[in-house]
């Protein structure tokens, strides 16, 4: 059996490039998740997400524990095979969407317990329960159950939430299954303070993770505020372990964050942009359904390779999100996914090359420029 493991090749600065090595194979960081909630890519085939380079796909506890079950999933081979995907799987812990029921959920000592925003059922997550789900869903990262910590927070409340988490991550590192090629992720809390942060890492090293989730983030606070937490956070955080941000982001937040030292990121932005018409480019964002695009013959990104620039025009684009075809959003997701996997090739080539700095600086220039309308 191959061991997990992280293989930390290049640094330019605190940009890193890696390679982390599962039971499932093997991928390259920095890297994008590819976002498969339900266990599926929105609007995408398995076939066309690997097309647009991802290597990694991270899925929904809470969501699969609700639909179909983590047994049933286990009962028919794990998440692999359940959704074809015969590559890296990380899975949340499902903290996330149980602390964001508002008014659904209850939090104790012991875990949490909540009614189902499907069909109201009542369910409790503990964190031997998250590692239970996790293990039968086969994942090759799991990653611990904490709680998130409201923004903003008094110092007060963040050191409770994020005591309350530590707690939980000796449980979830006492209950984890251990197995070759599988790893199990810490995270990072402590809201915006410095000290809370400190004791948060020192807290998971003493446990003893195979990587570190840094969680609490891009949950409102701006991107300023999250570099400077991410500036005082990073440089605690042990070297030889693989470094996630969670929920993170746009471009430039990746861009930013890969010169602090992080490894691996996942969001929803560029799917549920996709879906509703909004496309990124080296040149900023744009939104498809605009009228301008209307006769427009060129492709989203002249600098694109995708299927979709390669084979369709912005009048095609805004025609299908017009007239509300699903191929549509098809096709502008496809774009969107591949934008973020070529984005982070780019990255991982130029913290080898050691121009990492100058390739932010003509990153953030090239997005300044914004889109410019057809002759």
């Not at 081979?77 to 499902?94: A, E, R, Y």
């Not at 409340?157 to 590192?173: D, G, N, P, Q």
């Not at 570190?212 to 070297?239: C, H, K, N, W, Y």
């Not at 098809?330 to 973020?340: I, K, S």
Request: with cysteine; hydrophobic share 40%.
């Amino acid at each position: 059996m191959t061991a997990f493991s992280f293989d930390l090749q290049k640094t330019d600065g605190s940009a890193r490039r890696g390679r982390v090595t599962t039971a499932h194979g093997t991928f390259e960081t920095p890297t994008f998740m590819a976002t498969a909630t339900a266990a599926t890519v929105k609007a995408m085939t398995v076939d066309a997400v690997k097309a647009t380079g991802a290597e990694l796909a991270i899925c929904n506890t809470y969501h699969l524990m609700l639909r179909p079950s983590p047994e049933r999933v286990a009962a028919l081979g794990g998440l692999h095979k359940f959704m074809n995907w015969q590559d890296p799987i990380v899975t949340d812990s499902g903290g996330f969407q149980v602390m964001s029921l508002a008014g659904l959920r209850k939090l104790t000592e012991e875990g949490v317990t909540f009614q189902s925003h499907v069909d109201g059922s009542k369910h409790e997550l503990t964190p031997e329960r998250s590692m239970e789900i996790q293990h039968l869903l086969d994942s090759n990262i799991t990653m611990a159950l904490d709680e998130c910590t409201p923004h903003p927070a008094t110092h007060e409340v963040a050191a409770e939430s994020m005591r309350r988490s530590m707690r939980w991550a000796k449980r979830c590192r006492e209950a984890f299954k251990k197995r070759e090629g599988y790893g199990l992720f810490g995270i990072v809390q402590g809201s915006t303070y410095e000290d809370l942060r400190a004791e948060s890492v020192k807290a998971l090293a003493d446990i003893g993770f195979d990587g570190f989730g840094i969680g609490g983030l891009a949950v409102g606070e701006g991107q300023e505020e999250m570099f400077r937490v991410l500036d005082f956070t990073m440089p605690l955080v042990p070297s030889e372990k693989p470094r996630y941000l969670m929920g993170v982001g746009t471009p430039s937040d990746i861009v930013g964050s890969v010169m602090r030292g992080i490894d691996m990121f996942d969001c929803v932005m560029p799917t549920r942009a996709g879906r509703t018409g909004r496309g990124y480019t080296h040149r900023g964002q744009i939104n498809i359904k605009n009228a301008r695009h209307a006769a427009d013959a060129r492709p989203l990104d002249e600098r694109c390779t995708c299927a979709t620039c390669q084979s369709y025009s912005r009048a095609y684009l805004h025609h299908l999100f017009r007239c509300e075809e699903i191929l549509g959003p098809m096709l502008l997701t496809q774009h969107n996914l591949h934008y973020y996997q070529m984005l982070m090739k780019d990255i991982r080539s130029t913290i080898e090359a050691g121009t990492m700095t100058d390739f932010a600086a003509k990153f953030t220039a090239d997005q300044a420029l914004g889109d410019v309308e057809a002759l």
